[in-house]
């Protein structure tokens, strides 16, 4: 479990560290948001390369809370390091085979600091509309579920790749399978999307990986 002295001095050392990357899993309870505002009350404007970022339009305002009597949905930050890297940490051979199908991520060894970098490299690019990562919480907060990652495609005709984990545990009470329809529900009413992927679900990973970028 991160001790708040280590979190603290971990966040410290990503805001010196600048833009090193964490151990990022795609390509994810937060304070009280509401939906249609920043990451956070001062979230920091998107920066004039992220205004040509034509993954999303300009007019449309990425969720930033959606609750449901059984979650909670909210971006992935820094102040969700320590129940992100609980849920994942606790599932590393479960998510290698299901979600990544690397040895990479997770693994034995994510220190503090890879952790708390990790959430600034979600929240920035959150911030500049560049890929949208999301926690999926229990509806009180207190434990992550699950992270869900929308981000650009690169591959075939897909205007978007979706990609979702679970922990183990939450996958052994059939979780998985309920967030999925929620998500595949949720991206379809409220993305401005046409053709989505999920890659490893609606589309198998032998599909997906013998897909080539688009000319």
């Given at each position: 479990m991160l001790r708040a002295s280590s979190i603290a001095a971990a966040l410290m050392l990503a805001l010196l560290s600048g833009c090193a990357e964490g151990p990022s899993a795609a390509p994810t309870d937060a304070p009280a948001v509401e939906a249609g505002a920043g990451v956070?009350?001062?979230?920091?404007?998107?920066?004039a390369a992220a205004s040509d970022n034509v993954f999303v339009p300009p007019e449309f305002e990425p969720p930033v809370r959606v609750e449901t009597a059984e979650f909670t949905v909210v971006p992935l930050g820094?102040?969700?390091v320590t129940i992100d890297y609980e849920a994942y940490m606790a599932s590393i051979e479960h998510l290698q085979k299901t979600f990544t199908r690397?040895?990479?991520?997770?693994?034995?060894?994510?220190?503090d600091a890879d952790a708390m970098q990790d959430m600034l490299n979600e929240q920035q690019r959150f911030q500049?509309?560049?890929?949208?990562?999301?926690?999926?919480?229990?509806?009180?907060?207190?434990?992550?579920?699950g992270c869900v990652y929308v981000s650009p495609?690169?591959?075939?005709?897909?205007?978007?790749?979706?990609?979702?984990?679970?922990?183990?545990?939450?996958?052994?009470?059939?979780?998985?399978?309920?967030?999925?329809a929620w998500v595949q529900a949720w991206v379809a009413s409220t993305w401005p999307f046409a053709n989505v992927a999920y890659p490893g679900r609606a589309v198998s990973w032998a599909q997906w990986d013998a897909l080539a970028p688009p000319a």
């Open positions: 956070g009350d001062e979230a920091a404007p998107a920066t820094p102040e969700l690397s040895t990479g991520w997770p693994r034995e060894g994510i220190t500049n509309r560049e890929s949208f990562a999301y926690a999926v919480l229990t509806a009180d907060g207190t434990r992550e579920r495609s690169d591959r075939g005709d897909y205007d978007a790749v979706v990609r979702l984990w679970v922990t183990q545990a939450e996958y052994d009470a059939g979780f998985d399978a309920e967030l999925y």
